[in-house]
Every structure is written in C-alpha cells, then in structure tokens.
C-alpha cells in the first residue's frame, strides 16, 4: 500500500487527517395528494349512507344561514400525501492537520 507524503503548509507535520464535508445541496421536496380509494363492498354497504348525511347536513346548514353557507364552502384535501425528495448532496474533502489545526481544500 502506497503512502501519500502530505505535509501541513503551515508547520511541515506529517500528521495530517482528511474529513469529508457537506459543501452545498441542491433540490426541492414535492408533495402530491392522492384520492383514497375505496372497495367496492365499502360502497354498497357504508359510502351511499355517507353521501345522504352530507347532503341532508349541507341542506340543514343551507336553511340555517339563509343559502350562505352554498356560496362558501371549504375545500378540502382528500385522500394521503406523498412528498418527493429529489436532492443533490455536494461535498469536498478537507485535510486537517492534527499538529496545528491548519485547514485546506483537497
């Protein structure tokens, strides 16, 4: 195995160690929503119930604020998230001498 004769610029020491450090990163993170799906036992048995609850309540609501609450409705996020990360690490390898604390890029 080959040795690399390295000195220090500073103090001449052989005593040199070499780090690895994180110089910058690059990317962004996107989020996705998906709609749940449901079987089609689910929606013979349970989600028609659903769907009649919801329009009798929308239709109460409606009554009780005059049909104001037709023109401002919520919107909502069905369904589960998904966040991508699609990042890029950079990094640059620094040498450290051990003997007087003297840094530089390699």
């Given at each position: 195995?080959?040795?690399?004769?390295?000195q220090c610029q500073k103090c001449g020491s052989d005593n040199i160690?070499?780090?690895v450090v994180e110089n910058a990163s690059i990317g962004?993170?996107?989020t996705t929503y998906y709609k749940k799906r449901k079987s089609i036992l689910y929606m013979l048995l349970?989600?028609?119930?659903i769907w009649i609850f919801r329009w009798l309540w929308g239709l109460i609501k409606a009554c009780l604020t005059g049909g104001l609450s037709l023109f401002f409705k919520k919107k909502k996020k069905t369904g589960y998230s998904k966040t991508v990360n699609a990042n890029k690490v950079i990094n640059k390898t620094v040498a450290v001498c051990q003997s007087c604390g003297h840094t530089w890029n390699v």
């Open positions: 195995m080959e040795q690399n004769n390295i160690s070499f780090q962004t993170n996107k349970i989600s028609w119930w």
